[in-house]
């Protein structure tokens, strides 16, 4: 766990936001900061679950967790002037949900916030299934996650 400019403790993944992910406009191309998003929510599964990740949940658990949400505000451009810090930290664990709070930092400076929210699903039958009990358990001793709102 590393501490947020915020103030609030969770994953951080930084990286570098190049030339390539650039629009016109010499700010990060919209469509790439989703991008960016989910690869730092793959990274925070990695992270928690001891190098289990999206390719280990399909392939060895036979699990899947579509998006059922994306939501994302900007309140700074992103550039590629210097490293992007990504945030992570889980807002919601539901009975077969998982809702992430994702904030994009350069420089201190917040520039943008999502929301994710992720259902688990088995591969073979393609049918909403309970959050597996082994990542609900790494989730809780790690994370101090709120309920979701009935």
Known sequence: MTDHPAGRRGFVQERVVSFADCDPARIAYTGRLADFALEAIE???SDVLDGESWFEFNLDHGLGTPFVKM???FSA???PRCKLSLHVEPAA?????IAFRIEGFQERR????????????SIE?????PVPGWIREKLERRFEIPKPAP
């Open 93 to 97: 664990l539901g009975s077969s949900s």
């Open 125 to 129: 039958s393609f049918e909403k299934i």
């Open 77 to 79: 451009p992103v550039t």
């Open 43 to 45: 990274a925070f599964w």
């Open 71 to 73: 939501e994302m505000e």
């Open 110 to 121: 917040s520039c943008f916030v999502g929301r994710f929210v992720c259902v688990f699903i």
